[in-house]
């Protein structure tokens, strides 16, 4: 079978957290000249380093130990590499292997690597890459170890090509390899992965300062084109309001992720000159999450009461600045479109104070910790109200991306939380549901029918069957899809509105005069 006959059959679709108030009047200053480019305070220069916002501090670059959103928004693409590319228009094409065959029956991949040198001087083998593909299937995330579910065997065939040997065809594999699941770092590079990561990318990661920002420098031993950026700085920025002030002030030449306060600016500043707004495609769904081990929740009747006391548009108004689309579905990639009538627990705060009475339950009060940041702020105060409104009391808990992660998401020592990220909807396979600690065999058959279908129209209508039997079994509660829209300088260029994996890829980016 031939790349051209692989990608027609698998062509397919595919975390922003975000103190001061600063007004528009900031903006339209700014953009009369008062500000300055990558924090020099003068006028409003084209240089060749480019600045960026981004909504949380990175509390480590293992993107397979890490599941957060940071890492791979820097390092995909950009640092590491993965083995294949998804375009925007979901074909798959040949990245850091030059080329690849699939066998008739679709369970043997020859890849055939290209000649490419790591940011440490040491040249790309396939060693490199089967070292890379055994850790990255060592994953504990559901839609980075869903990847690596039907693979038999991963070996080196000589320095330039490896073959990775499947039990059965598998949609998820091919799919995997153009993300996380196939990005490449050199032999033993994941000793220091959380720390400082090698790859083969255009950039090379150069400075780390926790919790301030991280640098990156343009490789100049990059095996394709040279990006125009010398130097990218990401800026760790948690206050949206303080991103927007800093973009007016000339301190930074990108807002790269606006889906809480910020959004409430986004008219009003895009329609300044010198400032534009970029919507990208629907990256995240934020969501509740029960944890199974709480007693109550083992009665479905009480997880279904908190569904049915869920007024999504009151959330998305008040909180998102009525911007973000209301779904009752867990659809990641997205791929299906559902009517307002498919949701299994709709707005119905009179049946959730029913059941809850079935229930024997009163009074209830659940322990909700929460990112103190970003779309939470407001969105946890509008959720504690209208469970409040059913008999149900939230202990609000705000905590650090650090403490959240290692608490909640690793350890799950919550009872009920929101959050948002880019998980697939493979995250909630068995045996830990995710961090729901759910375990439901019927979505696990599912999501494995799915990925031994023979096209992508089967493998489409069987994901959807499991993204209902998740939203049924109300472990998990979608609330809305989230688009991270991008407040950037008018004259930035190259900026991606299709995101594979989060990333913010910097290849392309450059200044409109410099094109």
């Known amino acids: ?50 600045v960026i916002a981004l909504p949380n501090e990175v509390a480590s670059w293992d993107y397979i130990a890490n599941p957060a959103n940071g890492p791979k928004q820097v390092l995909v693409l950009n640092v590491i590499e993965p083995l294949l590319e998804l375009k925007a228009d979901r074909t798959i094409e040949p990245l850091l292997a030059g080329s690849y065959t699939v066998s008739e029956d679709g369970t043997t991949y020859d890849f055939a690597i290209r000649e490419a040198t790591f940011h440490n001087g040491e040249p790309l083998t396939a060693d490199d890459v089967v070292y890379s593909l055994k850790y990255n299937r060592t994953a504990e995330v559901g839609d980075v170890a869903q990847a ?40 033993d590079g994941a000793e220091t992965l959380g720390t400082h990561p090698v790859g083969t990318g255009p950039y090379q990661f150069e400075a780390d300062q926790p919790g301030v920002q991280a640098t990156l420098t343009r490789y100049s031993n990059h095996w394709g084109e040279q990006p125009y950026f010398a130097k990218a ?22 807002v790269a992720a606006l889906a809480g306060d910020g959004m409430l600016r986004v008219d009003s500043v895009s329609g300044q000159d010198g400032f534009d707004v970029t919507m990208p495609e629907v990256s ?91 779309i939470y702020l407001d969105s946890v105060q509008i959720l ?55 375990c439901n065999r019927d979505f696990d058959t599912l999501l494995d029918e799915a990925d031994r279908a023979s096209d992508t129209e089967e493998w489409a209508s069987l994901r959807r069957e499991a993204s209902e039997e998740l939203s049924n079994r109300a472990y998990v509660i979608p609330i809305a899809n989230i688009s991270e829209e991008i407040l950037h300088r008018s004259d930035l260029d190259g900026i991606e509105s299709f995101s594979s994996h989060s990333e913010i890829d910097l290849r392309g980016m450059r200044w409109a005069s410099s094109n």
């Open 233 to 254: 700085t990401f800026r760790f920025m948690t206050d949206e309001n303080a991103s927007v002030g800093a973009l007016g002030a000339g301190d930074i030449d990108m």
């Open 1 to 50: 079978m031939t790349n051209e006959t692989r990608l027609r059959r698998s062509s397919s679709p595919h975390r922003s957290w975000l103190a001061i108030g600063v007004g528009v009047a900031v903006l339209a200053a700014s953009a009369c000249g008062a500000g300055g480019s990558s924090g020099n305070g003068g006028s409003r220069e084209q240089r060749d380093q480019i």
């Open 148 to 187: 690596f579910e039907a693979v038999k065997s991963i070996d080196k065939i000589d320095d330039r090509h490896v073959r990775v040997t499947l039990k059965r065809p598998s949609q998820s594999f091919l799919r995997g390899m153009t993300g996380p699941a196939g990005m490449v770092i050199p032999n």
């Open 384 to 438: 504690a109200d209208q469970l409040k409104a059913v008999g149900i009391t939230l202990d609000l808990v705000p905590m650090d991306i650090a403490s959240y992660a290692e608490s909640v998401v690793a350890n799950r020592e919550y009872q009920l939380t929101q959050i948002a990220g880019t998980q697939k909807t493979d995250a909630w396979v068995c045996p830990s549901g995710f961090f729901t600690g759910d």
């Open 284 to 374: 995240r769904v934020t969501y509740l999450s029960l944890n199974a081990d709480v007693e109550a929740f083992k009665d479905e009747r009480v997880r279904q009461a908190i569904a049915h006391a869920i007024d999504r548009k009151a959330i998305i108004d008040g909180a998102y600045a009525g911007r973000q689309e209301a779904t009752c579905f867990h659809d990641l990639p997205p791929m299906n479109k559902w009517k307002e009538g498919d949701c299994p627990y709709p707005y119905d705060p009179d049946r959730a104070r029913e059941l809850l009475d079935d229930a024997g339950i009163s009074d209830l009060t659940l322990n909700f910790p929460y990112l103190n940041s970003g």
